[in-house]
Every structure is written in C-alpha cells, then in structure tokens.
C-alpha cells in the first residue's frame, strides 16, 4: 500500500531555513509527481509546488517561487521540501501528497502532515 | 491564476439533512474538479475527482456534479461522520497552479 511518511516538527527563528522529507514507499517513486501543500493554523490548503521524481523537474507557486526548492533522493524514495528566509506567517502543517495518476493533479495520498512552528 | 470560491463558509445541519457546497471557478476548468474532506489534525481526504467521479471507498452518499465554472457538492444524507470541512480543487492542466477553494465546514445544528 502506498505509504507516505514526513519528518517531525520543527520549531525554527524567523530568518531560517528548514527542510522537510517525505519517505515514499508501497509504489514505484519515480513514477509519481509529489507535491506539497501547507495549511496555516486554522486556515484554508495552499498548495506549494510539485517534482517530478523522475526527472527533479520542479513548478513552484508564485507565492513561493525563490524562497522554496524542492528536491529528491531516489536511492531512497524521499522528497524534501526546503523553505528558508522563514516569517512567522510560514507557520503551518506541511503536508506531501503524490498523484493519483501521474500528471493529474489531485491526490489521494497524504503524508501525516509535519507542523513548522515560526517563532522568536 | 484561476481563482476558486466556495460558499457556504459555515453550513449547519441535522443528520439525514441533504447537503449542498458550491464552487465556482474564476475561468473555465472544464471538469478538472476534486473535493476532499478533512477533520481536525488529520490530513484531507480526497471524494470526488474530476466533478463528478466517486474516489474509490467513499459512500455513495456524496456526489459531484458540474463542469466549466460551476460545481457541487452534494451530500444526500448527512451522517454523525461527514461533520468536517470540505475543500474543492482545480487541476486544469492549462493552470501552472492548482489551487483549493478557501474551504465550508459543516457544523451540528
């Protein structure tokens, strides 16, 4: 079964970088797209961006573009997700999520979430 | 980018209740439409994709319906379960990013 599994929490100074990894198993992992999306305490999804595995080709969100890279270690099926310049508004539940099917964006798999906490 | 809004933010209802949550695209997405649902610290969990197809495992209870700008959600018969929020999601390939609708939570009447 397809299983995704991200690091634990991280609490991080404002100006700070931090990485988080996504741990794929159950499926081949360069056959996926993976993304990534955050959710704000209390707030709506905001979907950051997404990989290709196989290729480590990358589209990030506007919003993000030049504060977030997204990368991969094939030899063991992990996708990390690295944001710096951090603000206290980072502050959120970071969550990876693969394709259903590659290329369409909408996913049926979710890693637990890891929480980023932005704070003096 | 393609904005999505959704409404009702807040909805309250009873079991057994039909439920209805719309979604309306700021352009044409052609069916490119998913819905999720997510309980509190949990991560969302996917119903509908492409408006009106049932993921695999959902119940028959929830349905999606519309194409272009305009779409459903449609819960027949509102269970103790399916108090949560509910997102949609556009994925128009033509649209570099995929964006969520700000979200309706339904609540106990």
């Known amino acids: 079964q397809v299983q995704l599994v991200q690091s634990g929490a991280e609490v991080k100074k404002p100006g700070a970088s931090v990485k988080v990894s996504c741990k794929a198993s159950?499926?081949?992992?360069?056959?996926?797209?993976m993304h990534w999306v955050r959710q704000a305490p209390g707030q709506g999804l905001e979907w950051m961006g997404r990989i290709n595995p196989n290729s480590g080709g990358t589209n990030y969100a506007q919003k993000f573009q030049g504060r977030v890279t997204m990368t991969r270690d094939t030899s063991i099926s992990t996708a990390y997700m690295e944001l710096s310049r951090l603000r206290s508004d980072d502050t959120a539940v970071y969550y990876c999520a693969r394709d259903v099917y590659s290329g369409y964006d909408y996913w049926a798999y979710w890693g637990q979430g890891t929480l980023v906490t932005v704070s003096s | 980018d393609i904005q999505m809004t959704q409404s009702p933010s807040t909805l309250s209802a009873s079991v057994g209740d039909r439920v209805t949550i719309t979604c309306r695209a700021s352009q044409s997405i052609s069916s490119w439409l998913a819905w999720y649902q997510q309980k509190p610290g949990k991560a969302p969990k996917l119903l509908i994709y492409k408006a009106s197809s049932l993921e695999s495992g959902v119940p028959s209870r929830f349905s999606g319906s519309g194409s272009g700008t305009e779409f459903t959600l449609t819960i027949s018969s509102l269970q103790p379960d399916d108090f949560a929020t509910y997102y949609c999601q556009q994925y128009n390939s033509y649209s570099p990013e995929k964006t969520f609708g700000q979200g309706t939570k339904v609540e106990i009447k």
């Open positions: 159950g499926y081949t992992f360069t056959g996926y797209y």
